[in-house]
């Protein structure tokens, strides 16, 4: 199966609430219809999602000359269609860090995830990127024990890290989020959420004014290291390349594949509410995730709509019913939207690790791959792209620092390692119901 023609059609956007509400760009021209002349650069980028644009950027602004290959539309992927909660800090918990990679480099990793939320708010000053942030992100716990263990996280973050979380009891989230289900929060006020295409839109329009070429339906099916790559009916010769594809991966790179597993989840746009809903749902604006496994994700628009995400799938296609899917999990959090109608509802593919850190790897000479940022990735595969940018340009501290970190191979090799996810997934589902 493969997942960059299985869900979408090619040269089109998901029908999704970003996509009919952001600028939309005209279309790039195909690499194919490059004159033999310009087919090379120094360096090709593959996937135009936040880690290849911000990539090219960062390298364009920097003198090189920068190509990027994208199969379907400039944040087509994962980068245009997410839930928009940008967080400090890497997917796991800096608790979990320490015990997965000891403190020196969980501290160097917390480093890394406060880089990861300034590059998001510098790209957006410097280039005028309107993508409307809104501060605050709520950890909703769904089970009484984990307030508890907030009170901990939040002492040990402000102790160790200088980092300031505010615990919410039982009043107080029902006061910040109109749910009966959650019995405690953890308030970060300096997290934030934002409208995720806007913000890829803006990343683009940068990259193509500092000069760099991108070209969409543009699918990479080869690469050769130090020579280039390879699509349907046009080669690029480019010293350099860099793989942005996260869960659209396939077999393109088979190591980073295999410790890379792509799974899908969905989200719906409800009708805008009164402004009055609006505010008994979530008070201040904040974005919501809760505790679950499968964890249901939640903000409102700009015009305030519901923004709910909740419910994966392990196969590889969507369902043909993604707002039937995800009212699910809604009701059960939001009740009282029972009557609200669903405008918009779609899916996305992103790129999961083992360990949930993200998966960096030079392969070959001059190759490098960049991705599993395990929904996680708004701000660190920005971040991302810098890193690569800079190992590229031979300052690769912080790019080695990522690729240091443990990213097992999924077990089972190509053939089992999918089934085996989907048993071990649809167990720890089970278990939020538990
Ligand atoms: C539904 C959903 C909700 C999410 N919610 C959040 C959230 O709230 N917060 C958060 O931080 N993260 C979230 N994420 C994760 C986040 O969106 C990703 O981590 C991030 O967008 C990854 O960016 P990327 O550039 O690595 O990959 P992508 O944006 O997926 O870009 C990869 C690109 O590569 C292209 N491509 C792949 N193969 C080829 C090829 N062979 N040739 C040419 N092009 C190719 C694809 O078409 C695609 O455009 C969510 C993801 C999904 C799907």
């Not at 090189?64 to 944040?75: K, W």
């Not at 008070?283 to 809760?290: I, K």
């Amino acid at each position: 199966m493969d997942l960059l023609t299985a869900n979408d059609r090619p040269g089109h956007y998901p029908d999704s609430y970003y996509a009919a509400t952001a600028p939309l760009l005209d279309a790039f021209p195909p690499a194919a219809s490059l004159p033999q002349e310009a087919r090379r650069a120094d360096v090709a980028i593959v996937g135009a999602g936040y880690a290849g644009l911000s990539a090219a950027l960062c390298l364009a602004e920097a003198g090189y000359d920068v190509i990027v290959l994208e199969a379907n539309r400039v944040g087509a992927g994962a980068s245009g269609r997410n839930g928009g909660q940008v967080g400090p800090g890497q997917r796991v918990d800096q608790v979990s860090l320490e015990g997965m990679v000891g403190a020196s480099k969980a501290r160097a990793l917390w480093q890394v995830g406060l880089s990861a939320l300034e590059e998001v708010t510098s790209r957006c000053a410097t280039h005028h990127i309107d993508a409307e942030w809104q501060p605050g992100v709520i950890e909703a716990a769904h089970r009484p024990r984990f307030v508890s263990e907030f009170e901990e996280y939040a002492a040990h973050m402000g102790q160790h890290y200088g980092h300031e979380l505010e615990v919410l009891d039982r009043e107080g989230i029902q006061a910040h989020v109109g749910s009966p289900g959650y019995h405690g929060g953890l308030l970060d006020r300096q997290a934030g959420h934002l409208h995720p295409l806007k913000y890829l839109l803006g990343l683009a329009r940068a990259a193509v004014a500092a000069g760099v070429r991108i070209h969409e339906g543009s699918r990479v099916l080869d690469i050769t290291p130090g020579t280039g790559v390879q699509l349907e009916g046009a080669d690029i010769a480019a010293s350099h390349v860099l793989v942005c594809a996260n869960g659209y991966l396939g077999s393109l790179l088979p190591g980073p594949a295999a410790r890379t597993m792509p799974i899908n989840n969905f989200i719906a746009a409800t009708e805008p509410l009164s402004p009055d809903f609006a505010r008994s749902l979530i008070r201040d604006n904040h974005a919501v995730a809760d505790t679950r496994f499968v964890i249901n994700y939640f903000r409102l628009s700009q015009d305030l709509r519901m923004l709910f995400g909740g419910g994966e799938s392990y196969g590889w296609t969507f369902p043909r019913d993604i707002a039937a899917k995800v009212r699910r999990p809604m009701l059960e959090v939001y009740p009282q939207l029972a009557d609200t109608r669903i405008d918009y509802a779609w899916g996305g593919t992103l790129g999961i690790t083992m360990s949930r850190l993200p998966h960096f790897t030079r392969v070959g000479k001059d190759v490098l791959s960049v991705g599993g940022f395990s929904g996680h990735g708004v701000a660190l595969a920005t971040l991302a792209g810098r890193m690569a940018a800079e190992a590229i340009r031979g300052q690769a501290e912080r790019f080695d620092l990522m690729a240091s970190l443990p990213t097992p191979r999924f077990p089972g090799g190509r053939a089992l390692r999918h089934p085996l996810l989907v048993a071990g997934m649809v167990w720890y589902a089970l278990r939020d119901k538990l």
